[in-house]
């Protein structure tokens, strides 16, 4: 009988940055395309280099964000980027044969009690419609929809969406 291991919820290191960047190209290429055209997908998550895999986890540091990485048997199964102090949810990620078990929940709570941590009680996330059902399923409410541009111009259709996580008095 093969038993999997325990999920460990963790913050992310640099040598994740390339793991995380894979996992990212994987799900966005294989879980959006029903919802969004080739050329949304090739922006979204173009390829995956050492260099641009670091640098985007340095940016996401420098700019507050707070990267936690699932794993389960060792290996990197689905992440998260929350902005704590904003209370912004920019990504929440599994890998896509991982899906459905309970991975996305556990580091959405993650993410939640962070932004908690910090005495925030709104949190926001653009999400993209393939993640709308995913978000809706843990109490987020659409509060509106967008674009989000692109350099080129490419444009992806995104739902704002809000949850109020005040504590219950």
């Known amino acids: ?10 913050p992310a290191r640099l040598g994740d940055a390339l793991a995380i960047a894979a996992l990212h190209h ?8 029903p919802f969004y055209p080739h050329d949304v997908l090739a922006h979204w998550s173009p390829s995956v280099t050492l260099t641009s895999a670091e640098r985007r986890y340095r940016e996401t540091q420098e700019d507050g964000g707070l990267t936690l990485v699932a794993e389960q048997n060792g290996t990197l199964v689905g992440f ?4 704590p102090e904003a209370g912004e949810i920019s990504a929440c990620y599994v890998a896509p044969e991982a899906a459905r078990r309970g991975i996305g929940r556990a580091l959405l709570k993650a993410m939640e009690a962070a932004v908690s941590a910090h005495g925030v009680h709104e949190l926001n996330v653009r999400a993209s419609l393939n993640a709308k059902s995913f978000y809706s ?4 409410h659409v509060s509106g929809r967008g674009e989000y541009r692109f350099e080129d111009g490419t444009v992806m259709v995104v739902a704002f969406m809000r949850k109020d996580c005040s504590p219950v008095v």
């Open 137 to 140: 399923a843990f109490g987020y």
């Open 1 to 10: 009988m093969n038993v999997a291991s325990p999920l460990v919820i963790r």
């Open 26 to 33: 994987v799900a966005v290429h294989q879980l959006a395309a």
């Open 80 to 83: 998260g980027v929350v902005v």
